[in-house]
């Protein structure tokens, strides 16, 4: 997508040094605009876990270029034990998102076993990387179209006036590698003229919403108003809303959702509302060996001093970080709910729409039936 009119990915390979992986520094978005270079698996792991880049399918395709890294720097002799240590050290950065383990596996699976040279062997995995970014960009891209034939439906029932679609977090373009999730479809109906405004939750502890999705969708010229996390039952409640779409971190094969934490009371508001409530993701982040997400995935808790502290410029313009509770009070930090699959209107996918639930996810995925 555009930053300034620019077109630019979240990550890529440095194009005089294809050695070292580039990325958008999310750490300081939406205050500056600033492109880190990752030399090493080490530099890989830090920006994922400190969330200098997040979203699941950002994080995903961040771990398959770690892994190319990793085949940079592994021995010729050690290939795939250095390459198996290095994937479980990505993993261990942070448990939710599927798409995560999903892309060390894959890149494990296509370098395993191979008896060529090591210069070769580096050479595959650049190219594995480079294929796992670019599917993913293609998903997302996929998503919006599909998502695009709701919103058009929507705005027809509506005899063209704005469609305002809620969204929480930020599943945009900075969240994958292109594109987005949730706002793929807003994109697409953007582009195609469909009249749309976006309401943003801000997203709390480390305000996605406040500082990413309307930094992207102000970049796109998207309508949108910037609201406090627990006004969508209120909005929902006088006919304001007219969607829900989010994102999602880990969908089962049952099609409860694990997303970013405050999404399940935006599931519930919208039943009670009867809002639709649907949830985008490409195929990398279905977890098809679990089925009870609330029993199963692991919901990642941080710092809790991201709850204690919020980050950003004064109104003289000087960027801080400020306390927003007595210096004694404790905090706990659940990065991520689960939305249980019945409050899920469909699951927007690259493939199509579908209903969240087992049958039809796989009848969707027939090939991953058996995962
Ligand atoms: O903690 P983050 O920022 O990496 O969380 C991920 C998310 O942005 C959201 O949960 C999002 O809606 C799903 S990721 C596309």
Redesign the pocket.
């Known amino acids: 997508m555009n930053v300034n009119g620019k077109h630019f990915r979240t990550i890529w390979l440095k194009e005089s040094d294809p050695s070292t992986v580039q990325i958008i520094n999310q750490q300081v978005l939406p205050f500056t605009f600033g492109i880190l270079d990752l030399r090493t698996v080490e530099d890989v792991r830090k920006a994922i876990k400190d ?1 200098y880049v ?4 950002l ?1 995903g395709a961040a771990a398959a270029y770690g892994m190319y890294l990793a085949a940079l720097e592994a021995g010729a002799a050690s290939f795939e034990k250095d390459l198996l240590a290095k994937g479980e050290m990505l993993k261990a950065t ?1 448990p939710t ?1 599927s798409n995560l383990a999903w892309a060390v596996d894959s890149m494990l699976s296509k370098l395993a076993g191979r008896s060529c040279p090591l210069s070769q062997k580096q050479e595959e995995a650049r190219l594995a990387a480079q294929a796992i970014a670019d599917s993913d960009a293609e998903s997302c891209k996929r998503i919006g179209l599909h998502g695009l034939e709701i919103i058009k439906e929507l705005s027809r029932k509506k005899q063209g006036q704005a469609v305002n679609i809620l969204t ?4 945009g373009w900075l ?2 590698v292109d594109y ?3 706002l793929s479809p807003v994109y697409a109906a953007f582009d195609a003229g469909i009249k749309v405004h976006v309401w943003v939750d801000e997203t709390r502890p ?1 305000n ?1 919403g406040a500082g990413l999705t309307a930094w992207e969708l102000g970049q796109h010229g998207v309508p949108h108003d910037l609201v406090p996390d627990n006004a969508g039952g209120h909005l929902m409640q006088h006919s304001l809303v007219d969607m829900v779409i ?4 880990r969908v089962t094969r049952s099609g409860d959702a694990a ?2 934490i405050g ?1 399940y009371l935006k599931a519930l508001a919208a039943r009670e509302n009867g809002v639709p409530f649907y949830v985008a993701l490409p195929s990398s982040t279905f977890d098809f060996a679990m089925r009870d997400g609330v029993k199963e995935i692991p919901i990642e808790e941080r710092d809790p001093s991201e709850v204690r502290f919020v980050y950003g410029k004064t109104r003289n313009g000087s960027l801080t970080e400020v306390q927003i509770c007595p210096d004694s009070t404790t905090a706990r930090n659940w ?2 709910d689960v939305t249980p699959a019945r409050y899920i209107t469909g699951l927007i996918t690259e493939r199509g729409i579908c209903r969240a639930a087992e049958q039809d996810i796989t009848a969707l995925y027939p090939e991953r039936a058996d995962e």
């Open positions: 969330m997040r979203g699941a399918g994080i942070r998102a929480h977090c930020n599943a969240a994958f987005g999730s949730a480390r996605q989010t994102g999602a971190d997303n970013k999404t990065g991520f």
